[in-house]
């Protein structure tokens, strides 16, 4: 059984940094692309961030390329989502996604397994 399990959330001023984690288990993590997106209240699922199983290759929505960072432990199951310079626009739940098939993937539809959730709340 997949599960990932986000965990670092919570509230953060402007300008302030964050960093969120998921733990994988269940699924050949050195062979997935993984993937963040966020959910905003009355708001659709938007992508936020994504890296090739390597690491190698990266993709960021243009709303946050320059101030979020994602990587990954291989050795630890683990993706990371590094948040510099949140801005109240942040704010939203985020999600921790897996995809099975090689090559970013950019749309909700294109990740098989899915995290929970943790709330990230930018204050002004």
């Known amino acids: 059984q997949v599960q990932l399990v986000e965990s670092g959330g919570g509230l953060v001023q402007a300008g302030g940094s964050l960093r969120l984690s998921c733990a994988a288990s269940g699924l050949t993590f050195t062979t997935s692309t993984m993937g963040w997106f966020r959910q905003a209240p009355g708001k659709e699922r938007e992508f936020v961030a994504a890296?090739?199983?390597?690491?190698?290759?990266?993709g960021y929505a243009d709303s946050v390329r320059g101030r979020f960072t994602i990587s990954r432990d291989n050795a630890k199951n683990t993706v990371y989502l590094q948040m510099n310079s949140p801005k109240p626009g942040d704010t939203a739940v985020y999600y921790c996604a897996a995809r099975r098939f090689a090559g970013l993937g950019y749309g909700p539809d294109q990740y098989t397994y899915w995290g929970q959730g943790t709330q990230v709340t930018v204050s002004s």
């Open positions: 890296i090739h199983w390597s690491g190698s290759n990266t």
